[in-house]
Nanobody, 122 residues
Framework: QVQLVESGGGLVQPGGSLRLSCAAS????????MGWYRQAPGKQRELVAT???????NYADSVKGRFTISRDNAKNTVYLQMKSLKAEDTAVYYC????????????????WGQGTQVTVSS
């Protein structure tokens, strides 16, 4: 009933920029924290950035100063602006959202998107 659909991944040269988007749809009562995670080949999935419904943000040390997370609550969408990309940013990027559904939002759980590939290479 709830879907998260990511877009915006691709191939970019080192030092380049990309903007990821993730739109939530379905029978949504409210969306709490939204975030981005990534998983590189052979590595565990790791946190990239999160943003609360009030706009408070949190970033992994490895992306601070280069990535910016934002959201449009009216569109149920979260964005990740990535600048100064490095080869080590290459990974599948996943959107995650804490979403309440049902009457008065009584059902609350985390949802994941399908992932979008980001490749940083010359």
């Amino acid at each position: 009933q709830v879907q998260l659909v990511e877009s915006g991944g691709g191939l970019v040269q080192p030092g380049g920029s990309l903007r990821l988007s993730c739109a939530a749809s379905g029978s949504i009562f409210s969306i709490n924290t939204m975030g981005w995670y990534r998983q590189a080949p052979g590595k565990q999935r790791e946190l990239v950035a999160t943003i609360t419904s009030g706009g408070s943000t949190n970033y992994a040390d490895s992306v601070k100063g280069r990535f910016t997370i934002s959201r449009d609550n009216a569109k149920n969408t979260v964005y990740l602006q990535m600048k100064s990309l490095k080869a080590e940013d290459t990974a599948v990027y996943y959107c995650n959202a804490d979403i309440s559904t049902g009457d008065a939002g009584r059902v609350r759980r985390y949802y994941w998107g399908q992932g979008t590939q980001v490749t940083v290479s010359s």
